[in-house]
């Protein structure tokens, strides 16, 4: 492991690990002493990582309160508020959302499909750009608080930053704003179809949001609106059960391929 307080990778590792279970290592360099946790956003942390990001997947991907989590948490032997789960969502749905944004980069997709959808935040109705591409798989996502030719623009330049590649066709609603927006920021060569039903796959795609997020009222706030939305979409893509020609995944090769990919996603944000 490379210490955090000189970059040098001659570390040995010692025995025993923390109070949290975490790994201990000395620096032959710096002679310096730290574990696993040294240097990244989880170190002050009271509570194992993995207890913590956890939490913040129960939130994210079931149908679960803040009181809901704290009570999960009980019965696993860890004694948190409300409060605190609402503290460890907001630090770490952002950081989840980011990585799993970094391994959607440069996709390559050619075909795109954008939509919006509405959300509310503090009693005002929101709108929630979304973009997928030929097989259902996420794009990406934004939140704006206008729907128009700005709001597209910016999320053009965003898929365009995130894909790595100007997309042949991108299939939209009726709304005006994409006409301008896709031909000065995707160019001319892209072709842009608006004709009737081709866009319900997008539309069938909300589901997902809808669906968790009607339990919760609303939210209080722009940012904690952008970051729950990111952060679910991200997640509920990440976990995206992928089926080529057809073929069934029987249910337990399913829950095998869910708790495979979730140790990865742990292992890469605790190492980052």
Known sequence: MTCPHCNSSNTTKRAGATSLGDDRFVC???GRRFNERTGTLFNDLQYPTDIVLSAV???LRYKLSLRDVAELLLLRGFAVT????????AGFAALLADRLREKRRGCRSVSWYLDETYVKVAGHWRYLYRAIDRDGSLLDSMLSERRDRDAARRFLRQLLDLNGRRPLRVT????????KAIRWIVGRKATHRRQRYLNNRTEQDHRGIKQRYYPMLGFVNFAAASRFCLAFDGL???????????????????????????QVLVAEMTAA
């Open 28 to 30: 032959k360099a710096c």
């Open 57 to 59: 997947r129960w939130r």
């Open 82 to 89: 409300h409060e605190t789960v609402r503290q460890w969502e």
């Open 172 to 179: 939209t609603d009726r709304h005006p704003a994409y006409e």
């Open 236 to 262: 509920r893509h990440y976990f995206r059960r992928r089926k080529h020609c057809g073929e069934k995944v029987p249910l337990g090769d399913q829950r095998q391929q869910f708790a495979e990919r979730w």
